[in-house]
């Protein structure tokens, strides 16, 4: 039984550490990028080359008091961001890098389901501060976070119908002569910018907007909480992006052979976050009628419009053969 245990608590923080440290070095990656995209070093004074900054920032927000409003609701206010961590981190279990710790058929359903709990942190994050900035990015980015994954979902059932299977490892054995990007490039197009709005990155960042909401839901968190959101919000930039990497650039392919496999994954993943930072110093904010304007007049009808496409052609195939 204490084998057992020492075994759970080892895979666990091959999981947890990991991702921390790439928090922590996709935040230092997004400073450099930006600084050096507006002609400025970014963070180059603590550790070498600034590669301890982050570090640094974590340890001080983790140390500050933890200011609460007088007015808030305080369990609500502080479990909030621990459940979004917690949801963020569980959903990489999930995810078959080069095996995944929880291997079920229904894995992608799986994933919708807890992604879609991470609405209720933001919500009572925002409901719990009893501030009105608070509460409208709350109900900003439950209203885009929705939004946005009925159209992701829609193209998942896309992938999941070229595929036949809801497993992710079914899915990348799928992609051995081709990747679903060069066979499906316009609902890749459309999942890559509905992920950008379902993490609230720009230009979809409404739920931050610093010029009408000052900081969003997490507008009257400070010290751990805050760095708690901040951990969760980055943790699912790269979580998303290693998705996207499974379901449309055939995940570890073409080599099977660890560790490159691993190395493959990783490039991938690394690419399609850096192309996030890349595009929030490229863009400006979208207004929130544009934003919903494109998901629901735009993406949703042209996602739904392929499903049924695949779905036809499939059965014409499965009736001639």
Known sequence: MNINNLSITLNTLNIIIPILLSVAFIVLIERKILGYMQLRK???????????QTIADGIKLFIKENIKPSSATPALFFFSPGLFLLLSLILWVIIPCNRSLLNIELSLLLILGISSLSVYSLLGSGWASNSKYSLIGGIRAVAQTISYEISIGTIIL????????????NIINTQNNSWFIFSCLPISYIWYISTLAETNRTPFDLTEGESE???????????????????????????INALSTILFLGGNLPIEIFPINIIIFVLKTSTLSSTFLWIRASFPRLRYDQLMFLNWKSYLPFSIGILLWNIIIINSLNIIN
Do not use: M, Q, R, W
């Open 42 to 52: 970014g963070p180059n004074t603590v550790g070498p080359y600034g590669l301890t």
């Open 158 to 169: 896309s992938i999941i119908s070229l595929s036949g299977s809801f497993n992710l490892n």
């Open 213 to 239: 909401l000052v900081s969003g839901y997490n507008v009257e968190y400070a010290g751990g909480p805050f760095a708690l959101f901040f951990l969760a919000e980055y943790a699912n930039i790269i979580f």
